[in-house]
């Protein structure tokens, strides 16, 4: 069983041993920390801010993802041997750029190649001129334009704005009203900040996240996993920024992985820089696989939230030796990873991904951790009066593994389960297109 308790030791037995700081909270960040805390190399863990799960095995440390100064500061104060980001919005403020300037090893890309991500027309553009297959598509900044161009067109229709919009940004729309009220939304009332829209055909076929670590134009790939954004069963509902995921991926074969890897990722890894940004990090491409073949969705400039919980379990490497080597573009070591499968669902908050109360009282982890090989990542809780509540829209994250992807979902079934809140919804039906 994982354990979660154990705080690493600021002691002798740490001596010698990396100091590591992972940058955000979430269950990414939780997933981050815990695969570290696996590394014989590491002997102390910050986690800036984190959250009270995250607070059981590493120090967490009251500064936000996007405070990059004053986390270079804590950085060079506490001889931080390592930095590892996870949230985007502190890749876009440069937070790469200012610990390098400062001496400091940091594992990410600089702000201008984090911009696959914080522009989706920049990421559109580059696959245009790179031949990257992915979804036709149009840019506006101009509402009537934009509208013009969708009444010519045919529904559905893939709605994005072009900045980061903390996986809220995408609309389906399914006909010309709703297309209207989000052009609205994003062209007149800057919903999500004063941008411009991309507007893409609509692709059909399963979507699968493949994520890789890249370090200039090598790439390395990782396990490929599959997230379920909609809220309800049946994926039904509004988009989230995901309720659970699985991995492997039975539907992806192994040509189509190979595939993504040589027509995709690689030629991407290369294109950024022949731009002049190099990219260094995790890139994460959420694929589809189309009746014509696989094509990009979008590209993310770091690790994906909710893939990770159940990507990096899978992980048998050291994963701060992957960082090193990637931060100081030395030799990767070889990458090993687990024939066992993981599956994950998220317990959210009552009203996510719209409004929804917080501290609501959380019992029963420790009977799900006792289930067996049960990792309970945490996304938005915190601590009152010695007991866990919830704080956020996504909560928890529940992942079972397993010989097989059903025995990975009956296990983690059973230890959400176990888990008792009075304000939580979860979708039961995590691997529904894989599993019966």
Known sequence: MQEFNNLHPVSAEGAGKAKVLVVGGGGRCHAIVDALSRSEKVGKIYCAPGNAGIAAQAECVPIKDTQVNELKDFALSENIDMTVVGPEVA??????????????????????????????????????????????????????????????????????????????????????????????????????????????????????????????????????????????????????????????????????????????????AAGMVAEGRPFKGVLYGGLMKTPQGVKVIEFNCRFGDPETEVVLPRLESDIYDIF???????????????????????LASKGYPGSYGKGYAISGLDEAMSLGDVRIYHMGTAKKDGDY????????????????????????????????????????????RVLK
């Open 91 to 268: 890749l876009a403020a440069g937070i790469v750029d200012v610990f390098s300037e400062a001496g400091l090893r940091i594992f990410g890309p600089t702000k201008a190649a984090a911009v696959i991500e914080s522009s989706k027309d920049f990421a559109k553009q580059l696959m245009a001129k790179y031949n990257v297959p992915t979804a036709a598509f149009r840019t506006f900044d101009d509402y009537a334009q934009a509208l013009e161009y969708v009444r010519n067109g045919s529904f559905p229709v893939v709605l994005k704005y072009d900045g980061l919009a903390a996986g809220k940004g995408v609309v389906i729309a399914e006909d010309l009203a709703q297309a209207e009220e989000t052009l609205k939304d994003m062209l007149l009332d800057d919903k999500f900040g004063k941008g411009r829209v991309v507007v893409e055909e609509f692709l059909t076929g399963p979507e699968f996240s493949f994520m890789c670590f890249v370090d200039g134009e090598k790439v390395w790939p990782m396990t490929v996993s599959q997230d379920h954004k909609r809220a309800f069963e049946g994926d039904k509902g509004p988009n989230t920024g995901g309720m659970g995921a699985y991995s492997p991926v039975p539907l992806i074969t192994d040509e189509d992985i190979e595939y993504s890897l040589e027509h995709i990722m690689k030629p991407v």
């Open 389 to 432: 509540v919830t704080s956020g829209g996504r909560v928890l994250m529940v992942v079972g593994s397993g010989d097989d992807l059903k025995s990975a979902r009956d296990l983690a079934l059973r230890a959400a389960e176990c888990i008792r809140c009075d304000n939580f919804f979860y979708r039961k039906d995590i691997g529904w």
């Open 324 to 346: 090193s080597a990637i931060a100081d573009s030395t030799p990767v070591p070889e990458i090993r990873w687990s024939g066992k499968a993981t599956l994950g669902f998220v």
